[in-house]
C-alpha cells in the first residue's frame, strides 16, 4: 500500500504556502494569519490522507484461472471485481504481465455501477510469443476524496495465459496452394487400389464385379452375394519433432535476412495443421518431441479433443541445449508403437556425426514402419553451379561450402532411400503445406 502526493497538491502547496511565507516574513502583523493558513493547509493534507488509506483493500479482484488465446492474436482477460465491502466506486485497473504480453492499455478506468457492487471489465493484450504466461498480480489505484492523494496497491492474482501456435498463416497458404493445383482439397479420399478391408456382405446388383462375388455365401444362399469393402480404415500418422539445440535456429526469410522465427516454430505449427488434417481424413494422429531422451509421447487418436491435447503438449515448448539421442528415440518407438505407422520426422542432419549415427539406428524400425524425414532447407545449401549469380570474389568460398553440404546431405539421401526412407529438403514458409502434401501422397499410394 502506497500513498503519495497528486499533482493537485503540488500546485494547492506552492500556490498557498509560498504567499504565506512571504507574508510571515515581511510582514511581522500577519504571522499569526501565516501560521493559521499552514495549519489549515496541513489539517486537511493529514484529513484527506486518512480518508483514503484503505479504501482500496476491500476491493477483490479475481481473474480466470485459465485464459486461452492465440499467438500474435487480441485477447480479453475478463477481470471480476468485487467492491462489496467497499464505498469506493471509482479506481483505476491494471494487470502486471510479461513484456512479451503488450497491453493495449497502460490502465483502465473503472466506474462500478451504482446498482451492483460487481462487475467485469476486460484486459486486453496481445500475446507476441507462445508459451504460458502467469498472472500474478493486478494494480489498483486511487484518488483521495479531495484528490490531494494518490493511493495504489498491488493486489495478488492468480490466472495464466495460454499463448497457442497461431496456423492461420497455414491454413491459408494450403488453401491457395490446393486451389491453384485443381486439387480436391484435403477432403477424405476414396480408396481405389489394394488394401481395402472387407465390410460386409450384400445380394449382387447387376454390374458388380465377378471379382467382388462371395462364392461360399452365394452357394449357401443360392443367390449372388457381392462382398463389400471399408472404403476408408483409419491409420496412424506421427510427427516426431526435434526439439534439440538445432532446433532454436533462427531461419532466413526470403529477403536474405534473419528473421525471428526458429525451427522448432515452423515444426510445431507444421505438426498441428497435419493433426487437423489427419482428423478430417479420419487417420489418428500422434505426436513425439524428443532430443537426447523422449520428452511427450501421445498416443494415436482422433478427435477435437486429442488434437486439443497435442495443442497443449506443444505450445509452451522450448529448443533444448541437449543434442538428440537417435539410438534413444528409435529404441522407445520400437518398444511403443507395434501396430505399423507413418512417422513423420522432422529433424536436421547437416551435422556428418548426427546423420550418421541416425542412419545406424534408423533401421531399427524402418522394416516396420512407412518413414519421411523431412528437413528445413538453408537457403545456402545447394549445387555449385546453381542458377545464382556470384557478384564479389567471396561468394565463391561461400557457394563451395554450401556445395559440399549438399553433396553430403544428397549422399545422407541415398543411404536412406536404400531402407525404403524418403528424405525431403523443404521450404520453411511452405513447410505445413508441403508436409500435408506429402501425407495425402502416401495416403492415396495407400503405401501404409
Keep these: 500500500m502506497n500513498i503519495n502526493p497528486s499533482y493537485r497538491m503540488i500546485f494547492l502547496c506552492g500556490f498557498v504556502l509560498i504567499p504565506l511565507a512571504f507574508l510571515y516574513a515581511y510582514a511581522p502583523g500577519s504571522q499569526l494569519v501565516a501560521i493559521a493558513g499552514v495549519s489549515s493547509l496541513l489539517l486537511a493534507l493529514i484529513w484527506d490522507a486518512l480518508r483514503v488509506v484503505g479504501s482500496l483493500d476491500a476491493i477483490k479482484l479475481t481473474v480466470p484461472e485459465v485464459v486461452r ?14 467492491s462489496s465491502n467497499s464505498a469506493r466506486k471509482s479506481f483505476t485497473l491494471g494487470l502486471q504481465l510479461p513484456d512479451s504480453v503488450p497491453a493495449s492499455q497502460d490502465v483502465l478506468h473503472v466506474e462500478m455501477p451504482s446498482e451492483s457492487s460487481k462487475a467485469t471489465v476486460n484486459w486486453f493484450c496481445t500475446p507476441a510469443e507462445r508459451g504460458n504466461y502467469v498472472i500474478e498480480q493486478a494494480y489498483l489505484g486511487g484518488a483521495s476524496p479531495w484528490g490531494l492523494w494518490e493511493h495504489h496497491r498491488m493486489v495478488p492474482v492468480e490466472g495464466t495465459v495460454r499463448a497457442y501456435p497461431n496456423i492461420q498463416r497455414e491454413r491459408k497458404n494450403m488453401a491457395a496452394v490446393f486451389l491453384n493445383r485443381d486439387s480436391a482439397g484435403i477432403h477424405r479420399q476414396r480408396s481405389i487400389q489394394q488394401g481395402r478391408e472387407f465390410a460386409q456382405l450384400r ?15 452365394t452357394a449357401r444362399t443360392g443367390k449372388p452375394v457381392t462382398k463389400l469393402y471399408q472404403v ?6 506421427y510427427v516426431v519433432i526435434d526439439k534439440s539445440s538445432f532446433s532454436a535456429t533462427k531461419l532466413s526469410d526470403s529477403d536474405g535476412s534473419i528473421g525471428d522465427t526458429t525451427n522448432l516454430e515452423r515444426c510445431i505449427n507444421a505438426a498441428l495443421l497435419l493433426g487437423l488434417v489427419a482428423e478430417k481424413q479420419g487417420d489418428l494422429f500422434g505426436l513425439i518431441t524428443f532430443d537426447d531422451q523422449v520428452r511427450t509421447f501421445l498416443k494415436a487418436r482422433n478427435g477435437r479433443g486429442h488434437y486439443n491435447v497435442c495443442r497443449d503438449a506443444l505450445y509452451a515448448a522450448e529448443p533444448s541445449e541437449q543434442q538428440a539421442d537417435f539410438a534413444e528415440l528409435f529404441s522407445y518407438i520400437r518398444l511403443n508403437l507395434r501396430k505399423r505407422a507413418l512417422l513423420i520426422i522432422l529433424t536436421n542432419l547437416s551435422d556428418p556425426l548426427q546423420s550418421e549415427r541416425f542412419t545406424e539406428n534408423v533401421q531399427i524400425i524402418s522394416r516396420n514402419h512407412l518413414i519421411m524425414v523431412d528437413m528445413i532447407a538453408d537457403p545456402a545449401v545447394q549445387p555449385v553451379f546453381a542458377p545464382e549469380e556470384i557478384t564479389m570474389p567471396n561468394e565463391v568460398y561461400t557457394k ?14 541415398r543411404k536412406l532411400h536404400l ?5 525431403q529438403f523443404l521450404s520453411h514458409e511452405m513447410l505445413s503445406v508441403d508436409l500435408v502434401s506429402q501425407y495425402m501422397t502416401q495416403k492415396q499410394r495407400q503405401l501404409l
Design 69 to 82: 488465446s492465440t499467438r500474435g492474436t487480441e485477447t480479453a482477460v475478463e477481470v471480476l471485481i468485487d
Design 419 to 423: 531402407q525404403n526412407i524418403s528424405m
Design 232 to 237: 476408408e480404415r483409419s491409420q496412424e500418422i
Design 400 to 413: 563451395l561450402g554450401g556445395h559440399f553440404e549438399w553433396s553430403n546431405l544428397q549422399s545422407i539421401r
Design 203 to 217: 445380394e449382387y446388383i447387376p454390374g458388380d464385379s465377378f471379382e467382388d462375388i462371395h462364392w461360399k455365401a
